[in-house]
């Protein structure tokens, strides 16, 4: 096995996940509930859709958030937080490239 070239420090940040608890993913689910709900209470027409980046379908248009020009749906969005805080992935580009929402979508 070479050595590490950085000091001796082995690069752990490609296999470094962490778990997330159940107070975090209760937070993640309970934000993103609230931006579906505040968008629905400020207007966002029931049958308003938008096309999600990831699973590739025209989906509700409340709750979708847009990461760095990337619009993800309100269950994609919420797929990326829980595995983002998992430390799965670390940015949204990252998230798609896994492709593993739109192979699943249902």
């Keep these: 096995m070479d050595a590490p070239r950085n000091g001796g420090i082995p690069d752990m940040s490609r ?16 934000v993103m509930r609230l931006l579906a709900d505040d968008d629905r209470q400020r207007g966002t027409l ?3 859709c938008v096309w999600c980046a990831a699973c590739r379908r025209d989906r ?13 749906c309100n269950g994609c969005a ?9 430390g799965i992935v670390a940015q949204p ?6 492709g593993t929402v739109a192979a699943t979508a249902g």
């Excluded at 509700?60 to 993800?72: E, F, K, Q």
Aim: hydrophobic fraction near 45%; aromatic fraction near 12%.
């Design 15 to 30: 296999s470094f996940t962490r778990f997330a608890s159940d107070r975090q993913l209760q937070a993640v689910y309970s």
């Design 46 to 48: 029931v049958d308003s």
């Design 60 to 72: 509700a248009a409340a709750g979708a958030v847009t990461y760095d020009g990337i619009l993800l």
């Design 78 to 86: 919420t797929e990326y937080e829980v595995l983002h805080i998992a």
């Design 93 to 98: 580009h990252e998230f798609l490239a896994q």
